[in-house]
């Protein structure tokens, strides 16, 4: 798909930004359907600029390079991620912030594309907002009756994170191994939640950890 044009957001109707505010905010919003889309490399400040219907040269004076960019789509994602979270499971169940298509992923796959780019991230990055109350509901999960032992819940919190992180940046390539790669995709990720969801109730007696 082609990216559009200033002139095609004007046939549209769509207003151009105008103004540092919204021209950062509509490059930073385009930049981060880009980077959900694609590995952070193969992304260019010229393609952010023609998705957000704005001038390339106002984007680089405005939001600096494409690192700083990336940056501030992180914040973003992290921002529409905790903001889902205190919406939909603050005090519930935690599986179903691993739905590939949730805010939660969404920050999950473009930090992970970052980080196989090789950019450095800081800690706060690449850290799910609200994890320590995810790992609190984590640690709260009964252990099922047929399990002989339990293990530290954030063990599996990481094993969870790295399900959903793996499908969420490689999802074809993961299923091919198995041949599903044909298989209804709504099917099999409702699989992935309720295997998460197993995953989870395995944390009532802890092994320590240093």
Known sequence: MSEPSDAAASRSGMPRPE????????????????????NPSKVTVRQIAARAGVSHALVHRY??????????????????AAKYWAQKHGSGDIECTFDPDLPPVRYIRTAM???????????EDMRLPHTDRMLELVRAKKLPKAADGGFDARVLFSAATAMAAGMAVAEDFFLSQSGLESAERSSVRSEINRLIARVMTLSERPRKIA
């Open 19 to 38: 103004g540092r505010h919204e021209v950062a905010e509509a490059a930073i919003r385009a930049a981060a359907d880009l980077f959900a889309e694609t």
């Open 63 to 80: 939001l600096g390079s494409k690192d700083d960019i990336l940056r501030e789509v992180l914040a973003l994602n992290r921002d529409q």
């Open 113 to 123: 594309r970052a980080a196989l780019d090789g950019v450095k991230l800081r800690a």
